[in-house]
Nanobody, 123 residues
Framework: QVQLVESGGGLVQAGGSLRLSCAVS????????MGWFRQAPGKEREFVAA???????TANAAVKGRFTISRDNAKNTVDLQMSSLKPEDTALYYC?????????????????WGQGTQVTVSS
């Protein structure tokens, strides 16, 4: 059984930075795409960024240039470095493991999810 545990969320002022981390255990980490999604109250879950096991990545246009996804295949972790944070980045951030090797922005392509870590950006 795959387990994903996010950490690193918190309260930060606009313009600040946070680094989220996701630790994966239970099954193979390699060969699968890893992604970050977020969900704000009253809104649908939204794609943030994803990275293939070889390091190819893509990100939502709303966060490009501000957020960077990375992974350490030896440690089974995937990180999301967030900079120049805005109040509209406030959400519950989820880490997810994809069902295949290719990068996907679609939540249904991800089979395993963490519980989420809250990010709150004050203005």
């Amino acid at each position: 059984q795959v387990q994903l545990v996010e950490s690193g969320g918190g309260l930060v002022q606009a313009g600040g930075s946070l680094r989220l981390s996701c630790a994966v255990s239970g099954r193979s980490f390699n060969f699968y795409t890893m992604g970050w999604f977020r969900q704000a109250p009253g809104k649908e879950r939204e794609f943030v960024a994803a990275i293939s096991w070889t390091g190819g990545s893509t990100a939502n246009a709303a966060v490009k240039g501000r957020f960077t996804i990375s992974r350490d295949n030896a440690k089974n972790t995937v990180d999301l470095q967030m900079s120049s944070l805005k109040p509209e980045d406030t959400a519950l951030y989820y880490c997810a493991r994809g069902q295949r090797a290719g990068v996907s922005t679609t939540p249904s392509d991800y089979a395993n999810w963490g519980q989420g870590t809250q990010v709150t950006v004050s203005s």
